[in-house]
């Protein structure tokens, strides 16, 4: 990486990628192809990912780009069929963008700076923990699609950054509420953003069954009348 925290942009349509995370990556646009070739070759694989606003436009520009980005390594790389290429990155840290750089155009470059983390004490982390770990557990009952890993990963011991951003990569929600963990400033509000992602999940989910509920119990008791009314019917049609 360069000592000027200067770094290519690679610009993300319809997902994010946490620090501490591994993320598998599809990139198909040839200037993004070219991106991870610069950032290959000039930057020791490293890159910032940022995520646009608007995931239908094809050439992004730095407006069209969250000034919230995340720092990556390319770990791995494949080559696809019809020129796309797969990339496996691992997200280092939050970083916000200062500028946009003209270095190689149209291909985006960006001076980047660290983030203060606002690091709890070790009463307030612990409690945090606690929470998360207790939500997320309703959740993973709500999700039985999740890889069985996820139970190794999300270990309480780990530092309370590197629980938050390996639960927030297995939590489903809206992009822009996703990103909004990374706007956000310090680890108490970043727990409480992804905290209110699964609860909001999670009423979803109980709405649902709640209804689905509803409509079973409403067909059941259709079934049940029609076969009384059938019964009084043929019951009738001996009596005559």
Do not use: W
Not at 100 to 108: A, M
Not at 180 to 186: N, P, T
């Amino acid at each position: 990486m360069t000592t000027k925290n200067i770094l290519p942009v690679l610009p993300l349509r319809d997902m994010l990628v946490f620090p501490h995370a591994l993320s598998p990556l599809l990139i198909g646009r040839s200037s993004s192809v070219k991106t991870i070739d610069i950032a290959s070759d000039e930057y020791d694989d490293h890159l910032l990912l940022s995520l646009q606003r608007d995931p239908d436009q094809e050439e992004v520009n730095s407006d069209g780009l969250n000034q919230t980005a995340v720092v990556a390594k390319i770990i791995s790389r494949s080559q696809l069929p019809g020129g796309m290429v797969k990339i496996l990155v691992e997200g280092i840290a939050c970083v916000d963008l200062s500028y946009f750089l003209d270095i190689n155009p149209p291909h985006l470059f960006a001076e980047y700076k660290a983030r203060r983390t606002y690091q709890p004490d070790a009463k307030e982390e612990e409690t945090i923990k606690m929470n998360l770990m207790e939500i997320f557990s309703e959740y993973r009952a709500i999700r039985p699609d999740l890889p069985v890993e996820v139970d190794q990963i999300l270990d309480p011991k780990r530092e309370l950054e590197e629980l938050l951003f390996a639960m927030a990569s297995f939590v489903d929600g809206p992009l822009d509420s996703k990103q909004s963990m990374l706007d956000v400033e310090g680890l108490n509000a970043q727990a409480e953003v992804l905290s209110e992602l699964m609860m909001s999940t999670l009423d979803i989910v109980k709405l649902q069954n709640s209804l689905e509920q509803e409509v079973r119990h409403k067909i059941q008791k259709n079934q049940k009348d029609f076969m009384i009314q059938e019964q009084i019917r043929n019951l009738s049609a001996e009596l005559e």
